[in-house]
């Protein structure tokens, strides 16, 4: 019996999914807890893994397909086995009956312009030998490429099959280590030895030279994350008309509240605080000061939000994510630096859980460990406005007209223009500036 | 045994002048078959050493005359009845079907009906449309009915032999084209078993199971295919009812390929029953393409000499059947 696969309802809102890839074809065999296809949701883009392990028979759903949560999308059964020529609709549910038409209705013409396709998506075409052969020998037939009419496998075609799976080159033990080490494949090479037998001269001069190998230029397509990020910041670019402010910051008493406080938060969360944690505790002390920031368009509304939420950009393999740290206003530094490492940790590792990558009001995105003192954010939509921290560095600075070296850090804060104009930002960094040039403020 | 080489209409004269010497209750009757020696001169010369007690003419009355043999053949006489054309025995059909087949079952075995229908069959004559049919699947459709189809002359009388020794009907398919083909025959009387098929060439790519004047088209082909380097193997079944299933099955397991070939229009004909039942067999398993059926094409026979050749199968369809089928070994 095949096991279905469906549309995972993974909030309590989410509604529908919009399929991003599969990590399978079909025919392909899945083992349980191998990621199977990957999704979007209004919220999040992950990939899910197989509940079951088996072939996956067939996928029902194409790349960008917006999916009802639920609806099956494919099964994962053994070979041959029969599954509908349309998804059957909602898993589980005593209306699939009822859903089904919905869905039928909704997928007929899809499945009229993809009917060539599903030609090759059918069961395979064998003869009973061939298709005896396999069984005996656990082979999958579609795995087997068939040489009759209409790539029909004959019993040869298997043959074929068990006969390269069981024969390998003749090879002396060393030729066959170093292949294995230069991946060579040893069908490949000519044998010089007795009886074509594949010495390590061989391998050696089919070795490629690595120095001449040109690097191609490839094309990949974008994988999910990939595909969110475009569309993301491509809809802020357009939508939101970005004006970036930039102030320099003078974290010489920055550089000492860490020094002082790095101890006692160890000592409590064994866990080194980090300038990060310092300017999530000091934006939000400025947003609470001017909540004119701290705000989204919705439709033709602005809304002002109850909470101070702030993402931070998480650079990951492949892409970025931005976590969000709750509640910052009612976190001291120990909980502050606690909940970032967290989620820093779980966004690199892929880990985050859905809840913890919304609701975020402000974004920080700290460029700091690189050689970069200014850019301009693009801001994480819905919000209104994003900061970016630059590298601290040494530099000399006029103070009571005389020169000094100190550390000087600059903060680039990009706004929407539609929701917060020139003045108020401009008072919001300010507000920060002073913030962090005289964080014993944050007492108050 | 001492053998020499005699025709297929000899074989099948001798078998039964030398079963009549030695039965008194083996008798002919037929229309014409006496001094005229029957439509293709099968009984010539039998009147003269039997007389016209033992070698009767008939009215033109095909029911008359399986009548009269069933009857005979109740009452214990062993009667071979000869019908001109195997067209004919549409007019029989009655008394063959629901006479002699159910006999001995309905009478609870205590009738039996020991009969030989023997009749000439299939096209290529120019006899046209109502006197070159092969019609052996419906009578093989007939429980209570042995069908037999000899190919060769040495076949011809040592089935004609079994078939008048059995006390069952045998309904005995004689090709017109075959009678005038000629092989080693033994010339003391020899019984081959009903329901034994013959391996006629072994071979090893495709089973080419053939009935009839088909067995020595699918030789020729498979003597041209060897050159190609294609083995085939041509059984022939001999008796299709009953069928030696086991030869077939046997012959398929062993080459992969079935192909069945038999004069008859294709719809219907014992091709389909020979595909099916290998299909249904173990040899299923070892199919390794699809099977083949080659027949007659679904027309009445036609007059036209080219035309007549064209509506069954010939030596270029078999070649093509087989290299198709075997295409992909």
Same mark, same amino acid.
């Given at each position: 019996?095949?096991?279905?696969?469906?549309?995972?309802?993974?909030?309590?809102?989410?509604?529908?999914?919009?399929?991003?890839?599969?990590?399978?074809?079909?025919?392909?065999?899945?083992?349980?807890?191998?990621?199977?296809?990957?999704? +979007?949701?209004?919220?999040?883009?992950?990939?899910?893994?197989?509940?079951? *392990?088996?072939?996956?028979?067939?996928?029902?759903?194409?790349?960008?397909?917006?999916?009802?949560?639920?609806?099956?999308?494919?099964?994962? /059964?053994?070979?041959?086995?029969?599954?509908?020529?349309?998804?059957?609709?909602?898993?589980?549910?005593?209306?699939?009956?009822?859903?089904?038409?919905?869905?039928?209705?909704?997928?007929?013409?899809?499945?009229?312009?993809?009917?060539?396709?599903?030609?090759?998506?059918?069961?395979?075409?064998?003869?009973?030998?061939?298709?005896?052969?396999?069984?005996?020998?656990?082979?999958?037939?579609?795995?087997?490429?068939?040489?009759?009419?209409?790539?029909?496998?004959?019993?040869?075609?298997?043959?074929?099959?068990?006969?390269?799976?069981?024969?390998? !080159?003749?090879?002396?033990?060393?030729?066959?280590?170093?292949?294995?080490?230069?991946?060579?494949?040893?069908?490949?090479?000519?044998?010089?030895?007795?009886?074509?037998?594949?010495?390590?001269?061989?391998?050696?001069?089919?070795?490629?030279?690595?120095?001449?190998?040109?690097? !191609?230029?490839?094309?990949?397509?974008?994988?999910? +994350?990939?595909?969110?990020?475009?569309?993301? %910041?491509?809809?802020?670019?357009?939508?939101?008309?970005?004006?970036?402010?930039?102030?320099?910051?003078? %974290?010489?008493?920055?550089?000492?509240?860490?020094?002082?406080?790095?101890?006692? &938060?160890?000592?409590?969360?064994?866990?080194?605080?980090?300038?990060?944690?310092?300017?999530?505790?000091?934006s939000a002390a400025a947003l609470s000061r001017h909540p004119e920031v701290n705000v989204s368009i919705e439709g033709d509304e602005i809304l002002q939000h109850e909470?101070?939420?702030?993402?931070?950009? &998480?650079?990951?393999?492949?892409?970025? +994510?931005?976590?969000?740290?709750?509640?910052?206003?009612?976190?001291?530094?120990?909980?502050?630096?606690?909940?970032?490492?967290?989620?820093?940790?779980?966004?690199?590792?892929?880990?985050?859980?859905?809840?913890?990558l919304k609701g975020s009001t402000f974004t920080i995105s700290n460029l700091g460990m690189y050689a970069i003192d200014a850019f301009t954010p693009i801001i994480n939509?819905?919000?209104?406005?994003?900061?970016?921290?630059?590298?601290?560095?040494?530099?000399?600075?006029?103070?009571?007209?005389?020169?000094?070296?100190? !550390?000087? +850090?600059?903060?680039?804060?990009?706004?929407?223009?539609?929701?917060?104009?020139?003045?108020?930002?401009?008072?919001?960094?300010?507000?920060?500036?002073?913030?962090?040039?005289?964080?014993?403020?944050?007492?108050? | 045994?001492?053998?020499?080489?005699?025709?297929?209409?000899?074989?099948?004269?001798?078998?039964?002048?030398?079963? %009549?010497?030695?039965?008194?209750?083996?008798?002919?009757?037929?229309?014409?078959? /006496?001094?005229?020696?029957?439509?293709? /001169?099968?009984?010539?010369?039998?009147?003269?050493?039997?007389?016209?007690?033992?070698?009767?003419?008939? !009215?033109?009355?095909?029911?008359?005359?399986?009548?009269? *043999?069933?009857?005979?053949?109740?009452?214990?006489?062993?009667?071979?009845?000869?019908?001109?054309?195997?067209?004919?025995?549409?007019?029989?059909?009655?008394q063959m079907v629901n006479q002699a087949a159910k006999t001995r079952y309905m009478f609870g075995g205590k009738g039996k009906v020991p009969m030989v229908l023997r009749?000439?069959?299939?096209? /290529?004559?120019? =006899? =046209?449309?109502?006197?070159?049919?092969?019609?052996?699947?419906?009578?093989?459709?007939?429980?209570?009915?042995?069908?037999?189809?000899?190919?060769?002359?040495?076949?011809?009388?040592?089935?004609?032999?079994?078939?008048?020794?059995?006390?069952?009907?045998?309904?005995?398919?004689?090709?017109?084209?075959?009678?005038?083909?000629?092989?080693?025959?033994?010339?003391?009387?020899?019984?081959?078993?009903?329901?034994?098929?013959?391996?006629?060439?072994?071979?090893?790519?495709?089973?080419?199971?053939?009935?009839?004047?088909?067995?020595?088209?699918?030789?020729?082909?498979? *003597?041209?295919?060897?050159?190609?380097?294609?083995?085939?193997?041509?059984?022939?079944?001999?008796?299709?009812?009953?069928?030696?299933?086991?030869?077939?099955?046997?012959?398929?397991?062993?080459?992969?390929?079935?192909?069945?070939?038999?004069?008859?229009?294709?719809?219907?004909?014992?091709?389909?029953?020979?595909?099916?039942?290998?299909?249904?067999?173990?040899?299923?398993?070892?199919?390794?393409?699809?099977?083949?059926?080659?027949?007659?094409?679904?027309?009445?026979?036609?007059?036209?000499?080219?035309?007549?050749?064209?509506?069954?199968?010939?030596?270029?369809?078999?070649?093509?059947?087989?290299?198709?089928?075997?295409?992909?070994?």
């Open positions: 019996m095949a096991k279905e696969i469906f549309m995972p309802k993974l909030s309590s809102t989410m509604e529908v999914g919009t399929l991003l890839q599969w990590l399978k074809e079909e025919g392909e065999s899945v083992e349980i807890g191998e990621p199977l296809f990957e999704i +979007m949701t209004d919220k999040i883009n992950i990939e899910v893994e197989a509940y079951d *392990a088996g072939i996956l028979l067939k996928k029902y759903v194409e790349v960008d397909d917006q999916v009802p949560v639920n609806q099956i999308i494919g099964y994962i /059964g053994v070979a041959d086995e029969t599954i509908p020529d349309v998804s059957p609709g909602i898993s589980g549910t005593e209306e699939v009956g009822m859903k089904h038409q919905a869905v039928s209705a909704e997928t007929s013409s899809l499945v009229e312009v993809s009917a060539d396709n599903n030609q090759q998506t059918e069961k395979p075409r064998a003869t009973p030998a061939a298709r005896k052969l396999a069984r005996v020998n656990q082979l999958t037939l579609t795995a087997i490429k068939g040489s009759g009419p209409n790539g029909r496998v004959h019993r040869k075609d298997v043959i074929a099959v068990l006969e390269g799976a069981t024969t390998s !080159p003749k090879a002396t033990p060393l030729a066959r280590k170093l292949a294995a080490g230069e991946q060579i494949d040893l069908a490949a090479v000519t044998g010089s030895g007795i009886n074509g037998k594949i010495t390590k001269m061989d391998v050696v001069a089919s070795t490629p030279k690595k120095e001449t190998i040109p690097v !191609p230029a490839t094309r990949k397509k974008m994988s999910g +994350m990939r595909k969110v990020i475009a569309e993301r %910041m491509a809809h802020s670019a357009y939508t939101a008309p970005h004006v970036t402010l930039t102030t320099d910051v003078d %974290m010489t008493k920055v550089k000492e509240l860490r020094a002082s406080l790095l101890p006692i &938060v160890e000592k409590q969360t064994d866990l080194r605080l980090s300038y990060t944690e310092v300017l999530i505790k000091a909470h101070i939420h702030i993402g931070l950009a &998480v650079a990951v393999p492949g892409g970025l +994510m931005v976590p969000v740290v709750k509640d910052v206003l009612r976190k001291g530094l120990a909980e502050l630096t606690q909940a970032a490492k967290e989620i820093g940790q779980r966004a690199r590792e892929n880990k985050l859980l859905p809840e913890q939509q819905p919000e209104s406005a994003i900061l970016g921290v630059g590298r601290i560095l040494d530099k000399p600075v006029a103070i009571n007209g005389a020169l000094e070296i100190r !550390p000087m +850090m600059t903060l680039s804060l990009s706004f929407d223009h539609r929701a917060i104009d020139g003045a108020p930002a401009a008072a919001f960094l300010t507000e920060l500036k002073q913030i962090l040039e005289n964080p014993f403020e944050l007492l108050v | 045994m001492a053998t020499r080489e005699i025709t297929y209409l000899e074989a099948v004269r001798e078998a039964m002048s030398q079963e %009549m010497r030695q039965n008194e209750d083996v008798f002919i009757l037929g229309e014409d078959i /006496g001094v005229y020696g029957g439509a293709f /001169g099968v009984t010539r010369g039998m009147i003269e050493e039997f007389g016209p007690e033992r070698v009767r003419n008939t !009215p033109i009355s095909e029911a008359a005359i399986a009548g009269a *043999a069933i009857g005979a053949a109740l009452t214990g006489m062993r009667p071979i009845l000869e019908l001109q054309f195997s067209d004919f025995i549409t007019i029989a059909m009655d009749t000439p069959a299939g096209s /290529g004559t120019g =006899a =046209a449309a109502q006197h070159s049919q092969s019609l052996e699947a419906w009578m093989a459709h007939i429980p209570g009915l042995k069908v037999v189809q000899p190919s060769t002359a040495y076949d011809v009388k040592g089935l004609l032999k079994a078939a008048m020794d059995d006390d069952n009907p045998v309904i005995f398919y004689e090709h017109k084209l075959l009678y005038k083909t000629s092989a080693e025959v033994p010339e003391e009387p020899y019984s081959i078993e009903i329901g034994k098929a013959d391996i006629k060439r072994e071979g090893t790519d495709v089973t080419v199971v053939a009935t009839a004047i088909m067995v020595h088209k699918a030789l020729e082909a498979a *003597a041209q295919l060897e050159k190609e380097g294609i083995s085939v193997e041509v059984i022939d079944p001999r008796t299709i009812v009953p069928l030696d299933k086991e030869t077939i099955i046997d012959s398929v397991k062993k080459t992969g390929r079935l192909i069945v070939v038999h004069e008859a229009v294709r719809r219907g004909g014992i091709g389909g029953e020979i595909a099916s039942m290998v299909a249904e067999s173990e040899a299923f398993d070892y199919l390794d393409a699809p099977i083949k059926r080659l027949g007659g094409k679904e027309v009445p026979i036609p007059y036209n000499p080219n035309l007549e050749k064209a509506a069954i199968p010939q030596v270029p369809d078999i070649l093509a059947a087989v290299r198709e089928t075997v295409k992909y070994k």
